[in-house]
Structures are given as C-alpha cells and as structure tokens.
C-alpha cells in the first residue's frame, strides 16, 4: 500500500493522505515527477516499459517517471526515482524542476539534466523497465508516429528539448 501526501489547489502540503489507487476527494490533489535526462549528443535517455506494467505497456517514455510518497519533496521524489529505476544516484536538493504541469488530479514537476550516462552501468528496475537507450527528438517522434512511445504532445516533447539547458521562458542572447 503506497501512501500519498494530498496537496490543496495552491499546492499547500495538508495534513492529510490517501492510498494510490483511491479516487481522489474534491480538493485534494497529489505531486508527481518527472525526469529527463539528456546527453551532450542532444539524445534524451528513454526507457520502455516492461509488457507487464500497468498503463503503457511495452511502451517507450521519457527517462522517469512517477508519483510522489507520504514524506516526500519533489527533489527527494525525483532521486527515488532515478534510483528505483534506473539505479542512478543523483543529488537534486539545490536543484528546482525547470517546469510544473497542472494536471486533473495534481502537479508534476519536470527536471531536465544534462548528463553524460554509460547506460550499460545502469541497474533496471525489472518491476518497470525492461531497457533504455539514447534517441534523438526525431527518433522519439518517429516512435511516437509508429506507436512506440506513450503519446504525450510532440510540442511538450520539443519543449523539453529545446529549454533543457535553460530555466524560464525567454531565450537567452
């Protein structure tokens, strides 16, 4: 039973929770994460979901993803993450998300990272992951035609790659 913090419209942590899975109360809202990690060969590192996973199997998606627990901030989220699945260490407590999407039923804070992985030291989580790899944003819009990829906006997608390296909403001179 995984338990969740429940957040107020303003994002305001209460001081109650509820059990993932459960519909959720009028008000009551929850925090996700997102990762994205991106190489200096402008390739975004992408996993594909195990046959099995609920939602999106055998899909490919973006490097992590995944639901904040009871206790958690979005930066102690995203490292559990990272950590769950793909074994990878990271330290995000002076790092903020580069954006926050509003979604139904919550928030999900997005970090881009740029980072250099050798994938082949990574730890896969058999749970969820049953491989990564490097692709370019082609590659991923190609995957995302064909049906590979979970089918999130190919702007949201072209957005992460373009504003990976920046915070804000104006590019710099």
Not at 11 to 30: A, I, L
Not at 39 to 50: A, G, P, V
Not at 87 to 98: N, S, V
Not at 118 to 130: F, G
């Amino acid at each position: 039973m995984e338990l969740w913090d429940v957040y107020d419209f303003e994002r305001n942590k209460t001081d109650k929770t509820m059990v993932r899975g459960e519909p959720f109360k009028t008000g009551d809202f929850h925090l996700a994460v997102h990762a994205c990690i991106f190489n200096s060969k402008d390739e975004m590192l992408i996993q594909q979901r195990q046959p099995f996973k609920e939602g999106w199997p055998n899909m490919w998606d973006i490097t992590v993803g995944g639901s904040a627990i009871k206790g958690d901030t979005s930066q102690t989220a995203v490292e559990r993450e990272l950590s769950e699945e793909l074994g990878l260490k990271l330290d995000f407590q002076k790092i903020r998300p580069h954006i926050t999407i509003n979604f139904e039923t919550g928030f999900d804070d997005v970090y881009l990272i740029q980072k250099d992985i050798n994938i082949a030291k990574l730890t896969l989580q058999y749970e969820e992951v049953q491989r990564v790899k490097w692709a370019s944003e082609d590659e991923i819009f190609s995957m995302m035609e064909n049906g590979e990829f979970i089918p999130y906006y190919q702007s949201l997608i072209q957005l992460f790659f373009e504003i990976r390296n920046h915070y804000g909403c104006h590019r710099k001179k």
